[in-house]
Each structure stands twice: as structure tokens, then as C-alpha cells.
């Protein structure tokens, strides 16, 4: 957000904000974050002292986010009409592991796992993957998802699951990086797996992403 900051903040030195006419801002919600949420509300303050006081047309803020709570609040402060929607172009399945039992959402049993319950991250990704479908997993620290990208990477063995030629790619664009490439990031993708955190240089996270 520091970087969106610092372009609006030249477009209004310039006198080229009332150029525009709307902004989008997607995962709005980060306006909450502990550590960058208030360079998103600054940024928002700005936008939303530009539209209310600026000589040229108001300027549209859409703000959007799947996992804001406090929609009316935020709604009042951005002086906006409020639209929500439970509309899925894919369904979406919620289950929750509890030692070695799969439940539903209402507590139902699902499924029950043989495998260690420490192991049981990786077995669920591992099952995933063998249905021809891509894992997201998310970490509460950097640390534990380097050590869990680790984890994963070590436990696939089987290179039927993996596109080798698009592997190689990935790390070859790695290597070509001004900078020295991450040694766990270069061994995890050998294996199908990347991580993604504010500890990656931004050339790393452009070509994970």
C-alpha cells in the first residue's frame, strides 16, 4: 500500500487526481491490519478528501473484500452505498480437523485420517494434488511456512504429480534474479512447492505468484 500511496499522493502534486474518475481497492479489509492498515487509510483519507473537496467530479471509490466484518462501519466512513452478495462461481466445501476426525461445519463427522496428526497437513495436500487439483495452505508466520512448504516438498516423491518443464522454468527465472535466490525457495520448488511472504524479495513474489 506504500507504493499506491506514493502514486496518488503524485497524481494530486501533479493536479492529475481529478483525472480519474474511480478507484478500486480489493481486499479492503487489510484497512484493519495491524501493521499496514493505516497506509490503506491514509490512502483511503486522501481519496476521500479529494472526492468531497476537490474542483473537478467526484471521485467513485470502490472498495470490495470477501472477509470484512464490520461492513457498516466501514460503509459510513466511506460515505457508500453498501452491496453484498453470497453469489459462488464454485462451490465452496468447509470442513475442520480435530486430532484425526474430519468434521462438517455442523459437527457432523466427515471422514476419519490414519495417518499422524502431525502428518496430517501434508496428507491432505498430498490427496489433493493426486486429484489433479492445485493446495493454498495459509501459516501464521513466515517461519512455519518455510518450514511447511519444507515439509510438503519432502514428502512428494512421486514425479507423476509434478510438470518437470514447467518446474525448471520456474526455477530458472529465479536464478536469473539480481538478487541471490532464497536456498529453501529453490530447494521446495524442485519439489512443486513455493511460499509466499513479506520476506521474499518483490522478484521472488512475482514469479511464485
Known amino acids: 500500500w506504500y507504493q499506491r500511496r506514493v502514486r496518488v499522493n503524485r497524481l494530486m502534486e501533479k493536479g492529475e487526481l481529478g483525472e480519474k474518475g474511480c478507484v478500486v481497492v480489493d481486499e479492503v479489509h487489510m484497512v484493519g491490519d495491524p501493521s499496514r492498515g493505516y497506509l490503506l487509510e491514509l490512502l483511503l483519507t486522501k481519496l ?3 472526492s468531497r473537496h476537490g474542483d473537478s ?3 467513485q471509490i470502490v472498495g470490495m473484500s ?3 466484518p ?3 462501519l466501514l ?3 466511506l460515505d457508500a452505498a453498501l452491496y453484498t452478495t453470497d453469489f459462488r462461481p464454485v462451490p465452496l466445501t468447509q470442513q475442520v480437523k480435530i ?3 474430519v468434521y462438517d461445519l455442523t459437527g457432523r463427522p466427515v471422514r476419519e485420517l490414519d495417518a499422524h496428526p502431525h502428518e496430517h497437513v501434508v496428507f491432505l495436500c498430498r490427496e489433493v494434488l493426486e486429484g489433479g487439483h492445485n493446495v493454498l495452505v495459509f501459516c501464521s508466520t513466515k517461519a512455519w511456512t518455510e518450514k511447511l512448504s519444507e515439509l ?3 514428502a512428494l516423491h512421486d514425479e507423476s504429480l509434478l510438470n518437470q518443464e514447467a518446474l525448471d522454468g520456474i526455477s530458472q527465472q529465479l536464478r536469473r534474479l539480481p538478487m541471490t535466490i532464497d536456498p529453501v525457495l529453490e530447494r521446495c520448488v524442485k519439489h512443486g512447492i513455493a511460499y509466499h511472504h513479506a520476506g521474499l524479495t518483490i522478484q521472488e513474489r ?3 505468484e
Do not use: C, K
Open 152 to 154: 510438503i516438498a519432502g
Open 99 to 101: 486430532g484425526t476426525t
Open 70 to 72: 464490520n461492513l457498516d
Open 66 to 68: 470477501a472477509t470484512l
Open 75 to 77: 460503509s459510513r466512513w
Open 206 to 208: 512475482e514469479v511464485v
Open 48 to 50: 476521500l478528501y479529494h
Open 57 to 59: 467530479t467526484a471521485l
